[in-house]
C-alpha cells in the first residue's frame, strides 16, 4: 500500500509539472532542435561516473490526460528535467546532467537529429569528464537510431537508448524502471567496449541485433537471430554476450564532417506487387539505394524486380532483406552477379542505415556487398 501511495505521489507529481505548461508552450517545444547545456547537475560526487542523459521524445516523455490510457496519447512533451525528477534513485547511481536533442514521437526521425545526436555524442564521450550516455528515445525507430549510434559514434564509452511503451501518465508507467536500468547500464564499468545497447524490460540488447516485436506490450524488444546480450536486476548488470561485429571505435564510417546523409527508401514485396511504380518515382526524386522487404529469405516479385533491375543498370543500390523478422538473406549467384546485395541478418529498416552509411564510402555493389558481410 506504502508503495501504491508514492508511485501515485509520483504519477500525481508529473501531471501537476505538466500542466504547468500551456499547450501553446508544449507545440513549440516541439519538432525543434534545442540544446540545453548543463541544465542538470546535482552534487557532483568524485565517486559517481557522471552520465549525461539525451532526450529526443517518445512515449517515455508522453502524456495524456487519464491514467488509464496507454494509447491516443502525444509522444514527446515532457522534457528532460521532468524525465530526471521522476526517478531521484538515478542520483546514487552517477552524477547526472540532462540536455534536450529533439522532443517528437520517433516515428518521425529524421536524418538530420541522427547527425546532430552522433556529433554531440561524440563531442561529449571525447571529454575526459564524461563516462557515458543515456539516450530517452521513443519505440518506434530507436532500433534505427541505435543502429546508426553503434557504427557511428567513436568511443568505447557506453552509449544506451531507453523508452517506455506507456505513456509518463500512466498507470504502472515503464518509463521510471527503464531510465534506471539505462543509467545503472551506462554506469557500469562492464559496459565499456560494447557498442550502442537498448535497455527496456530489464533486458540488455544490442543495437546490432535488437528489434521493435511487439506494438503494445512493455516486453517490446528482442534479439531474435542473438538472444538478449544481457539482463538488470535491480541495478545489477548481468552480460551473456559482446556483439562480435565491428563497431564504434572499429567502424570506419565518419559522419563528423557531413551535414546530410545519401537518401535510401525501403519498399515491400507482396502478392501482385504494385511498387515497381514507387521505385521509379522514388529514383527521380533523388533515392540512391532501395530495400526491398523480400517475402521469405529475400524474394522479389518480378513485376518489382524488373523494374529495379532497369533503375541499377544507371545506377541504383539494391539491397535484398526480408519481411521476416528472423534469419538470413543472401542474393543468389545471378542476382548477386547483377548486383543485388544480400542484408544477412539486418532486417529492412537496419539494412537502410548501413546502406546509407555504405553510400557515404563507395557506390560500388560489389564494395557495398562486402561491407553488408563485414558490419
Ligand atoms: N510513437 C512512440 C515513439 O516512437 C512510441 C513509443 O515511444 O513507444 O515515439
Known amino acids: 500500500m506504502k508503495y501504491f501511495i508514492q508511485a501515485f505521489m509520483v504519477v500525481c507529481a508529473l501531471i501537476g509539472l505538466m500542466s504547468g505548461c500551456s499547450s501553446d508552450e508544449k507545440k513549440s517545444e516541439k519538432r525543434e532542435i534545442v540544446q540545453t547545456k548543463?541544465?542538470?547537475t546535482q552534487n557532483k560526487s568524485q565517486d559517481k561516473p557522471n552520465i549525461v542523459i539525451l532526450a529526443t521524445g517518445g512515449t517515455i516523455a508522453g502524456s495524456i490526460d487519464s491514467a488509464i490510457k496507454t494509447t491516443g496519447y502525444e509522444a514527446g512533451v515532457v522534457g528532460v528535467d521532468v524525465l530526471i525528477n521522476a526517478v531521484p534513485q538515478i542520483h546514487n547511481l552517477a552524477n547526472i546532467q540532462g540536455e534536450q536533442i529533439a522532443n517528437i514521437d520517433s516515428a518521425d526521425m529524421t536524418n538530420e537529429i541522427w547527425l546532430t545526436l552522433a556529433k554531440r555524442i561524440n563531442d561529449l564521450l571525447a571529454d575526459s569528464a564524461v563516462d557515458g550516455v543515456v539516450i530517452t528515445h521513443g519505440t518506434d525507430t530507436m532500433e534505427e537510431s541505435a543502429f546508426f549510434l553503434h557504427l557511428v559514434v567513436k568511443s568505447d564509452k557506453p552509449v544506451v537508448l531507453v523508452g517506455a511503451m506507456r505513456p509518463s501518465t500512466a498507470i504502472s508507467a515503464d518509463g521510471p524502471k527503464n531510465l534506471y536500468n539505462a543509467v545503472a547500464l551506462a554506469a557500469n564499468a562492464d559496459s565499456q567496449g560494447k557498442g550502442v545497447m537498448v535497455a527496456m524490460n530489464d533486458r540488455i540488447q544490442s543495437a546490432r541485433y535488437v528489434s521493435k516485436t511487439h506494438t503494445l506490450n512493455v516486453d517490446a524488444f528482442a534479439s531474435p537471430n542473438s538472444g538478449d546480450m544481457g539482463y538488470i536486476v535491480d541495478g545489477k548488470v548481468f552480460f551473456h554476450y559482446a556483439p562480435n561485429k565491428p563497431h564504434t571505435t572499429q567502424s570506419t564510417f565518419d559522419v563528423s564532417a557531413l551535414e546530410s546523409l545519401p537518401r535510401v527508401d525501403i519498399l515491400y514485396s507482396y502478392a501482385n506487387d504494385g511498387s515497381s511504380v514507387a521505385a521509379q518515382a522514388l529514383v527521380q526524386a533523388g533515392t540512391k539505394g532501395i530495400v526491398v522487404a523480400g517475402s521469405g529469405a529475400g524474394s522479389i516479385h518480378k513485376y518489382q524486380k524488373d523494374a529495379l533491375k532497369k533503375l541499377m543498370k544507371n545506377g541504383l543500390v539494391v539491397v535484398q532483406s526480408?519481411?521476416?523478422?528472423?534469419?538470413?538473406?543472401?542474393?543468389?549467384?545471378?542476382?548477386?552477379?547483377?548486383?543485388?546485395?544480400?542484408?544477412?541478418?539486418?532486417?529492412?529498416?537496419?539494412?537502410?542505415?548501413?546502406?546509407?552509411?555504405?553510400?557515404?564510402?563507395?557506390?560500388?555493389?560489389?564494395?557495398?556487398?562486402?561491407?553488408?558481410?563485414?558490419y
Open 38 to 40: 548543463n541544465s542538470k
Open 322 to 374: 526480408s519481411r521476416i523478422n528472423n534469419g538470413i538473406v543472401l542474393a543468389n549467384d545471378t542476382d548477386s552477379e547483377f548486383g543485388f546485395i544480400g542484408s544477412r541478418d539486418l532486417n529492412p529498416q537496419k539494412a537502410r542505415v548501413l546502406l546509407m552509411l555504405a553510400l557515404t564510402q563507395t557506390n560500388d555493389p560489389r564494395e557495398i556487398n562486402e561491407i553488408f558481410a563485414r
